[in-house]
């Protein structure tokens, strides 16, 4: 079986004592576009910290390219774009800079910018529409810009599995499409994309396998689910566990379509 990025079994996180992730299974294959679902306080952001290794699993497995985490290193080759908390505002920095610095596991400590870091950094910058804003302050975007620049930040490091947290909360829908337009050129390259979305907007096109968190646990995991799809319906190929505690909320979502999802693992 091919190399697969991320592979959790029986996963299982507590914060304080309590639990807070049971029982995650959760296998993505290479160049595989997961869109995380699920209601506020599901369970989603936990997971993907997990999944990066900044929140230790209380038990379970945890492999990132067929490698434990504890002997996992190779972190240049994993993107990481965290939920937004205004982590942007305020800092004096220039586009240009904020982009760079995602270069930096790249690069041996202090040695100067090469050109191919430069043309990294460039190309990052184009992907997400703001090569014109390279010399502007951070400060001066709008939140939405901002969010594309911790994006190209996280491109500039041209990873290989990229996790990101929440990019469309809160972004108007020209800076969604140009999110969605900066992921589809980073899976056209192959990248393998795990993002964790309320509502999928622009980015429902790009999506292969959906995966909704309900308490902890994965709820479903199988084929794509549209944001507006009318609810009790489920696709018969998708790999469905526990259904019947799926409550439809504003958050829940259900499929437009049902189909098997098997012969798209096989594609890998
Ligand atoms: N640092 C923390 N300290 C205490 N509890 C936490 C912490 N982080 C998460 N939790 C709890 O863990 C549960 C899952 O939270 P998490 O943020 O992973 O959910 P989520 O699905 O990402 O929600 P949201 O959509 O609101 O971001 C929640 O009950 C939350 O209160």
Redesign the pocket.
């Known amino acids: 079986m091919p190399v697969a990025p991320v592979h959790l079994e029986d996963g299982a996180v507590a914060?304080?004592g309590?639990p807070?992730l049971r029982h995650v299974d959760l296998r993505v294959e290479a160049g595989e576009f997961v869109a995380l679902m699920?209601?506020?306080?599901?369970?989603?952001?936990?997971?993907v910290r997990a999944l990066v290794g900044l929140r230790p699993l209380t038990s379970g497995r945890l492999r990132l390219f067929d490698t434990d985490l504890e002997r996992f290193h190779a972190w240049a080759r994993v993107g990481y774009v965290p939920?937004r908390g205004g982590a942007a505002s305020g800092v004096p920095a220039s586009v240009w800079e904020v982009v760079a610095s995602g270069r930096l596991t790249r690069r041996r400590l202090l040695r100067p910018l090469v050109a191919a870091d430069r043309a990294a950094i460039r190309d990052a910058l184009e992907v997400v529409g703001l090569a014109d804003r390279a010399g502007d302050g951070v400060s001066q975007l709008s939140g939405g810009q901002q969010q594309r620049v911790l994006i190209a930040r996280a491109l500039a490091g041209e990873p290989e599995l990229f996790f990101l947290d929440?990019p469309t909360a809160g972004v108007d829908l020209a800076n969604q499409e140009a999110l969605a337009h900066a992921l589809a050129v980073l899976k056209s390259r192959g990248a393998t994309i795990v993002l964790?979305a309320?509502e999928l907007g622009p980015l429902a096109d790009l999506v292969d396998r959906s995966v909704v968190?309900r308490h902890?646990r994965v709820a479903y995991d199988g084929a794509p689910l549209g944001d507006h799809a009318s609810p009790g319906l489920l696709p018969d190929g998708g790999h469905v566990h526990h259904v019947d505690h799926l409550h439809r909320t504003r958050h829940d979502v259900v499929p437009p379509v049902a189909g098997p999802l098997d012969h798209r693992h096989q594609e890998h």
């Open positions: 914060i304080g309590r807070v699920g209601a506020n306080g599901s369970g989603k952001s936990t997971l939920q929440e964790v309320h968190m902890g």
